[in-house]
Nanobody, 114 residues
Framework: QVRLVESGGGLVQTGGSLRLSCAASGSSFDINTMGWYRQAPGKQRELVAIIRYPGITTYADSVKGRFTISRDSAKNTVYLQMNSLKPEDTAVYYC????????WGQGTQVTVSS
C-alpha cells in the first residue's frame, strides 16, 4: 500500500520561501504522477503543480514563475519549492500520488503573513 508523508510547511512572511517534501513509501516502481494540491478555508481543493513521469510538469497559473516542482525518482519523493510567497498562498497543501491508485497525504499547513 502506497503511503505519503509530507513535510516542510510552516509560517513565512510575504516574499519568503518554503520547500515542501513528500515521500512515497510502499512502491518499488516510479509512480506515474505526483503532485501538490491546496485547500484554503472555505474554498475547494485546487491543483498547484503536478509532475508526470519522466518529468512533465503542469502548474496552476497563479503559481507559475514562483513555484517549482521536482522529483527524485530513486527516492519516490516530490518537492515543491515555493518562492515569492503571497498571503493568498495560505492553505493546507496536500501531496497526491497517482498510478493505478490515487493516494493523498495528510496535508501540511502553509501560512503566509502580510
Amino acid at each position: 500500500q502506497v503511503r505519503l508523508v509530507e513535510s516542510g510547511g510552516g509560517l513565512v512572511q510575504t516574499g519568503g520561501s518554503l520547500r515542501l517534501s513528500c515521500a512515497a513509501s510502499g512502491s518499488s516502481f516510479d509512480i506515474n504522477t505526483m503532485g501538490w494540491y491546496r485547500q484554503a478555508p472555505g474554498k475547494q481543493r485546487e491543483l498547484v503543480a503536478i509532475i508526470r513521469y519522466p518529468g512533465i510538469t503542469t502548474y496552476a497559473d497563479s503559481v507559475k514563475g514562483r513555484f517549482t516542482i521536482s522529483r527524485d525518482s530513486a527516492k519516490n519523493t516530490v518537492y515543491l519549492q515555493m518562492n515569492s510567497l503571497k498571503p493568498e498562498d495560505t492553505a493546507v497543501y496536500y501531496c497526491n500520488a497517482r498510478d493505478w491508485f490515487n493516494v493523498w497525504g495528510q496535508g501540511t499547513q502553509v501560512t503566509v503573513s502580510s
